[in-house]
Each structure stands twice: as C-alpha cells, then as structure tokens.
C-alpha cells in the first residue's frame, strides 16, 4: 500500500528565509505527487503537481518540488518566505487503483513563519 | 468559475443523531472525493464518485454512507454518530475520466462537524 511520510511536524522560519519540507513516499509504479497548502479554517489549494518529466516542478507561490526517485523524495521549496507562507503543508501520492482517484496524505507539516 | 461549494459549513450535532453533507462541484467536474480530517488521524480517504457510482471507498463504517446526482452533486450522510465523527469534511472535485484521471484534486472550504 502507498504512504507519505512528512517527518516534521513543525517548522519555523524567519522571513526571507528559505524553506524546504521534507516528503517522502512509498508506492509501487511511478508515482502521482501533489502538495497541498491549508490554511486555518480552509480547504486545501494545489500548489504544484508532478506526473512525469522534468524533475523540477513549479508552483504557485514562488514554490517548486524535485522528484528524486532514488529517494523516493518530493520535497517542497521556496527561496524566500512570506509571512502569507504561514500555514500547514501536506503532501499527497495518487492512487488509481478501480480506475478511480484517491490521495493518500502526509500528516502535514505546520509552518510558522517568524518576522 | 465557481469552486467547489459545501453546505453547511459549520454544524452541531448530538450523539446518536445522524448528518447530511452536501457538496457541489466545479462545473464539469464528474469526480466527487470526500475525507475526513481530524487532528488525531490527519486526512483520510472516505470514498469517490463519478457519474452516480461509488468507484473507491475507505476504510470506514457503514455509517458513512454517499450518493451522487446525476448533476454530479454528491452528499455524504453519517448515522449514529459518535464523538469521534467530529471532524472537518473535505468534499473534493476532478473532472474524472472512466479510466481515471490526473489525480488533480480541488477541495471545498470543508463542512465542520461537532458531535456533543
């Protein structure tokens, strides 16, 4: 079965710091990659996706990700941090299994930023 | 273009009583996915919809049941509850094909359930 592990559950910056959120998956095939921001009170925004290709992936946000399969890694950058940035952070595997969709999530890493 | 609109977004229930969610889609969108968020156990999975048939389902009771409409609408129903059913509910939306699709999901603000 798949899974997402986030191995922080909290982080702090400070401001126009950089950020990186660490996630790591299992899955057998090729994965489908998602992270997914939320903010108190609110559902969950996309912010960058990755099915194939380039390794690099841009978000919304100023936010990228790199695939590492050798890893087995998708970990969520930014070179500089908004105070905006403050909110929890999850990331999610694909599943298509019965020809459907289901997200399997990370617990989600809260993110403080300090100014 | 609308998002993912659900109703109602804050409810207070007592035990042994039983909820209805409801969650309308993105136009066009066929696929609805509903999840349950709790502090304790994160997101999970609760199950998807498309065109009127249950395509996936998580590991929950039979007390959590849904349907979808045939204008793709979708409501989630829980009976009995317990104390441990307070949670926020995520409806999410993708446009589905029969063989799947890119995973991409689009998530509502969320139905906010207390259980007293």
């Known amino acids: 079965a798949q899974s997402v592990t986030q191995p922080d559950i909290h982080i702090t910056v400070s401001e126009g710091a950089s950020l990186e959120l660490r996630c790591n998956y299992s899955?057998?095939?090729?994965?489908?990659l998602f992270w997914y921001v939320q903010s108190p009170g609110q559902g969950l925004q996309l912010l960058l996706k990755?099915?194939?290709?380039?390794?690099l992936v841009q978000g919304i946000k100023g936010f990228e990700a790199e695939f590492k399969r050798s890893q087995s890694s998708f970990n969520l950058r930014k070179p500089s941090v908004h105070w905006s940035d403050a909110a929890e952070y999850f990331c999610?595997?694909?599943?298509?299994?019965?020809?459907?969709?289901?997200?399997?999530f990370g617990t989600g890493t809260q993110l403080k930023v300090e100014l | 273009k609308a998002g993912v609109t659900q109703t109602p977004r804050y409810l207070i229930k007592t035990r042994g009583q039983q909820v209805t969610l409801s969650c309308s889609p993105i136009?066009?969108?066929?696929?609805v996915s509903w999840y349950q968020q709790t502090p304790g156990q994160g997101l999970q999975f609760l199950f998807e919809?498309?065109?009127?048939?249950?395509?996936n389902k998580g590991n929950f009771p039979g007390r959590f049941s849904g349907r979808q409409f045939s204008n793709s609408r979708s409501e989630m129903n829980v009976s009995t509850l317990e104390l441990g059913d307070s949670a926020l509910y995520l409806c999410?939306?993708?446009?589905?094909?029969?063989?799947?699709?890119?995973?991409?999901?689009?998530f509502g603000e969320g139905s906010r359930l207390t259980v007293l």
């Open positions: 999410a939306s993708s446009y589905g094909t029969s063989g799947g699709d890119t995973g991409e999901l689009f």
């Open positions: 899955y057998g095939a090729t994965p489908y």
């Open positions: 990755y099915f194939s290709g380039d390794t």
């Open positions: 999610a595997v694909a599943n298509f299994t019965g020809g459907g969709n289901k997200l399997t």
């Open positions: 136009s066009g969108h066929r696929s």
């Open positions: 919809y498309f065109s009127e048939t249950q395509r």
